[in-house]
């Protein structure tokens, strides 16, 4: 069963508490571009040393309502494209907000 819009953290709320735990661990977090403080959509960019970025998104799923799901990975040849794909989706969707996460193992935080 999906989780009603009114039962989710707040997207702000959400985001502080990821940057959080991730500096917590002796990592660096950041928010790359602010969304829509209640309800925006939030993308988490993992990341080693500022480099191999994977995109994460949450997506519909079945079993769980919404599961964060892999949705790019940054091209070792092209490392530029990935940043302009980021660039673009945040054109598009103004509400999204944009979390670049650096730490070994990222992923943790948002599983």
């Not at 040393?49 to 309502?65: Q, T």
Request: aromatic share 6%.
């Amino acid at each position: 069963m999906e989780e009603a819009a009114d039962d989710r953290l707040p997207a702000h709320l959400e985001v502080s508490a990821l940057i959080r735990a991730v500096e917590a661990a002796g990592g660096f977090a950041t928010v790359v571009k602010r969304g829509e403080r209640t309800a925006g959509t939030i993308l988490v960019c993992t990341c080693e040393k500022g480099r191999d970025s994977v995109l994460y998104e949450r997506m519909p799923s079945v079993e769980k309502g919404r599961e964060w799901v892999a949705t790019r990975r940054q091209d070792p040849e092209k490392p530029l494209e990935f940043n302009d794909y980021l660039a673009k989706r945040g054109e598009r969707d103004r509400d999204c907000w944009i979390v670049e996460l650096d730490i070994a193992n990222a992923q943790r935080f948002i599983a």
